[in-house]
């Protein structure tokens, strides 16, 4: 009788010994990943700081340039080509940082509103305070800052003043009363619907009733919920589309300024962006200050 053969314990301890070398050559995988990739991510870090900072200083010294030339009474039109000529600072040799600095209008403005928050854009040139806006349409668009399961959807209400440019407002012979408004007891209100659609309109909306020889104050307040992205974009003709026919007015009574930082050190190439956009005429414009759009009935006791 020949009893039964154990197996020999050497192909459990070669099997082992095979899972733990593999085992040990993954994780080693794995951590020599993370440590190149976290040396990677600590070297583009350390190369974005100093392109961010030259931003940042690019920024600070554009708004000061700003300041100056409201100081000094200059025109929109002046300070831009000013900046651009003077503040763009060309790629330094390796290993060191520095900014360029552009200035310009913007043709659309994005905002988020909370609920009942608003906010108020001018249309107007301010370097020529006789001419129209230039402004036929506006195209309006926004998203629900907080979709489903929210019950709420946002709407937007936009309000409206249109005023006649160079007509007198009996206030003197200044360039800053030369604006009379057509309709400032009774704004116009338009209600658009966020998403789901309502008893109003839906977004994106194109509104037309405005004409490109008379300047504006436009309002736009959010409804029953937060709106984000709110994006509009003023154009030259009543489609709200660049085709067939239709351009896109810069907002010539804001002034947008972009500071690209840069850092060229070794292999490492990063640039770093801060923008900064405001109304020229701080507050928005004396024209309008006497433009206000209640938020409640006034009664005088």
């Known amino acids: 009788m020949f009893g039964k053969r154990r197996p020999s314990p050497r192909g459990f301890i ?4 095979l899972l733990v070398v593999a085992s040990v050559t993954a994780i080693t995988a794995v951590l020599s990943r993370t440590v190149f990739r976290g040396i990677f ?35 929109l039109s002046t300070t831009i080509t000013s900046v651009n000529t003077t503040m763009s600072r060309p790629p330094l040799a390796d290993p060191q940082a520095t900014y360029g600095v552009s200035a310009g209008p913007t043709e659309s403005l994005v905002y988020g509103l909370d609920e009942d928050a608003s906010v108020t854009i001018d249309f107007f040139n301010p370097d020529n305070l006789t001419a129209g806006a230039g402004v036929d349409a506006l195209e309006i668009d926004a998203l629900d800052a907080t979709p489903a399961p929210d019950l709420n959807s946002p709407w937007l209400e936009v309000s409206y003043v249109e ?14 009363s030369t604006f009379i408004s057509t309709d400032a007891a009774n704004p116009v209100n338009t209600r658009l ?75 490492e190439r990063v640039q ?3 923008t900064a956009s405001m109304n020229w005429l701080t507050p928005a414009s004396p024209l309008f200050d006497y433009t206000l759009f209640s938020e409640a009935t006034l009664e005088k006791r």
């Open 193 to 267: 619907a966020v998403g789901t659609c309502g008893a109003g309109s839906c977004l994106p909306a194109c509104l037309t009733p405005f004409a490109t020889d008379k300047v504006y104050r436009v309002r736009i307040k959010a409804l029953f919920d937060d709106a984000t992205q709110v994006r509009i974009t003023p154009y030259d003709g009543d489609n709200c589309s660049t085709a067939p026919a239709d351009t896109i007015v810069p907002l010539q009574s804001r002034i947008v300024l972009t500071a690209t930082g840069r850092y060229w050190g070794g292999t």
């Open 163 to 176: 005023f006649t440019p160079g007509a007198s407002l009996g206030l003197g012979s200044d360039a800053a």
């Open 14 to 17: 070669l099997l082992l010994g």
């Open 272 to 274: 770093q962006v801060v």
């Open 41 to 75: 991510i600590a070297r583009q870090l350390n190369a974005s700081l100093p392109a961010y900072f030259a931003a940042e200083t690019g920024i600070e010294r554009a708004l000061l340039h700003v300041k100056d030339s409201r100081v000094l009474n200059q025109q």
